[in-house]
């Protein structure tokens, strides 16, 4: 479930962003995609895989496209916090959920679906951890709370930036949830 961004300071802000949540969620299709390759052919497991490869590489353009280059600026230029290394997570992430692109025929492919599903969830974990230690988040939130100063506020009009952030990123997802 999808909660609210709040634009309180960080030391206020009780609950998760809208942002993570997202990294929840995902980690939870994984898990039933895992599943459903278990059981085998499928069409929930075409549906699934088909809802994770939209959803996720969208949700990955956005925070290439909006947080990074702000995260950029503050980011640790060595070690685990620097942008490459939030890039390179997402290279690994493509190219996990595109050896997962077919569905499993027999026992010994499903056995390789449920690995590579393993991988990929344990992979977004340590993603989610990773942004959430070196301050993608407050990123995310300030980005929110600018938009949200920039629209009006009065149930006449939203800004149209903010329309289109919501739907790119939480558009695409909640289709299948």
């Known amino acids: 479930m999808l909660t609210p961004v709040s634009c309180y300071p960080p030391f206020m802000d009780l609950l998760p962003t809208a942002w993570r949540a997202r990294h929840d969620d995902f980690a939870v299709d994984v898990r039933q995609l895992r599943r459903l390759g278990l059981e085998g052919p499928s069409d929930s497991f075409a549906e699934q895989l088909s809802a994770l490869s939209d959803a996720l590489p969208q949700h990955m353009a956005y925070e290439e496209e909006q947080l990074l280059p702000r995260y950029a600026a503050t980011a640790p230029p060595e070690g685990p916090g620097r942008v490459d290394s939030v890039r390179r997570d997402h290279r690994l992430i493509r190219d996990h959920l595109a050896a997962l692109s077919l569905a ?42 600018a938009r949200m100063e920039d629209a009006e506020y009065g149930g006449h009009q939203l800004g149209s930036a903010g329309q289109a952030d919501a739907h790119e990123v939480f558009g695409a997802h909640a289709r299948f949830h």
């Open 104 to 145: 499993p025929q027999t026992a010994a492919e499903a056995l390789f679906v449920a690995d590579r599903a393993a991988k990929l969830e344990h992979l977004l974990e340590h993603h989610d951890l990773r942004e959430a230690r070196f301050g993608m988040g407050r990123v995310e939130r300030e980005i929110r709370c």
